[in-house]
């Protein structure tokens, strides 16, 4: 070829390369997958039935707690505050409040869990096994041919993911307000902000590590992914603040550790801390301070985004070797 | 001189698979020996040609293509494209190639066709204005400006094709490879695709283009040269006119007869070089075309044909074409 032709390979050509192709991998989960009105149904509604088990298990809780103080009798004239009966009607109605109010943080917490759960789904199935599923309709080799880098295909499909999904879970989390009539209060919203798109990178970062590993054995990754879902909900502390574990003897806390690992945990940690305060369940539930979270979560970031990048070039590579990498039905 | 492909010595060897299977009851473990997709190919195609790769399924025309779009690794040898090599050096490759496959299922259905060939420009990072302004001229060139905004999954296989052969130019690439473009088209849409190609090769400097069919009269018709590649190898490498002129001191008969089983005489069959048959079960026929060293042989032919009940319809003497160039140097046709 001659050097007339020669193309550019500078800094400046080659990130206007990997922001358009980010840009151009992104649209199709942007714009494409709003154009079937019935995810509005299927993914905004359906979690709600999803995580309204879990609202009315501790509705039913801050019910029968409530009777307890409100229940007058002859040896506890106003009621019982725990074990022992409310000393006066100052300490009942401070019992009260303090059900209502745990009740409320741990309904909110259900909702935010089920905003995440969004995220980490689309991640296990969406981000994680989209290099299968581009593989079985052909993309695959036409993105591997072109020369974009590898992160910005990831990077687009990572964009994409977040902003479909968070359409998604602005859905639930609204329709979870406005249905369980559960009450936030933000004091600090650029460190809410902060907590969310660190999370958001750390855990599409992760997404985009184990994205790689499909490129080479295919659908015999798809376990990972299924091995990964329901687990994850429990030792994440979906649906319950993970502190709580911490309290339970034994196996408790290594579940709580093994489950922080996953970034949602820690940012769901964090996000519950900033929006329910950190008072909240007597500040007796939270794992770290939010700042501490914060911190672990940009490492985290960094460093599986710094994984993902070292994984896709090593497996890449290998799946060129063995001739993997267009092959269909893995 | 600049070659835009050159292969040296290129071989690729896939691995072999043990595979378990259940047979009534007993589970047996087959082994599938290494396969040698190709072997020891040297190829060199100029800059600005129309270069066909002629061979039936399995001759490794794909297996060449991917390695040569940096997709696929060699065993050994080695490839350069735009001169440089696919294992060290794929980016500079990458800027200047694109590949479009017959049968591509490529693209997101939800998106529509304009989309889906814009999203695939931005991996080049080709400009939205320019990318559009190419998509509108392509879309009116290959016939498909009314399904600019139809959703891809609402396309036909033809409609799609050229979807994807748009998708292949848009990046206005130096070198395209074409897998089987117009595999399973009909005839208006492959030839659509056809004419484009050679202008686009012919009408502009530096454009080269390695086509791989198993159409004959496709490669006939288009390429500047032609290698025939079978079981990895090259067997021939030349223009049409040439290949077709390797075999014609060579005589070519074509027959038409009922359906014959028994084979194994024709080659014993003094004069023959080389024969190919194709069966017509619905119409009871047999079509078998000899490649004869002169007509001596022809009166034996037809003699050993009735002597098994079996009766002649037709009978022509033909020029050779490039089947006849790959009959005569495998021993049997395509199919």
Redesign the interface.
Known sequence: MSEAKARRSDLRYRIGLNLRAVKGRSYPRIVGANREPSWIFFEALLPLLGIAAYVFIYQFFGGQALAAITTKTAAAPWGMCGHDPCANAAAQSAAAAAVGANTNALVASVVLGGTMVAFWLNVLWSMASQLYWEKEIGNLQLYMMAPMNRMALLGGMAVGGMVMTSMRAVSTLVAGVLVFGVVFQVASPLLLLAVFFATLIALYGLGMMFASLYLLWGREAWNLSALMEEPIFFSSGFYFPLGGLLKIPGWGPAIAIAGSFIPASLGLDALRQLTLGSTAFGGNFWIFSVTTELGILVGMAVLFLILARYCLAYLETLAKREGKLTSRHQ | M?Y?VETRELT?I??GKKKRRRRAAEEVDESVGPVTALDQVSLKIE?GELFGMLGPNGAGKTTLI?IL?????PTSGQALV??HDVTKDP??I??????V?GG?????G??TAR?NI??????????SNVSNSRIDELMHIFGLWDKRNAKVRMLSTGQRQKMNMI?GFVTDP?ILFLDEPTLGLDVNAARTIREYVMNWVRGQK?KTVLLTTHYMAEADQMCDRIAIIDKGKILACDTPENLKRMIRTETTFRLEVDAIRDLTTFSTLQGVKNFSHKDDIAKNRSFLTFILEDEGPVAEILSTITSQGKKVHSLQKSEPTLEDVFISMVGRGFE
Do not use: C, H
């Open positions: 600049s835009a690729r896939f691995a800059e991917k779009a940096t997709l696929l690794l735009a001169g980016f500079p990458r800027q200047v190639i694109n590949m496959s591509e299922t490529s693209g997101y939800l998106l989309e814009w999203m695939f420009s931005q991996f080049y990072g080709v400009p998708r130096d530096g």
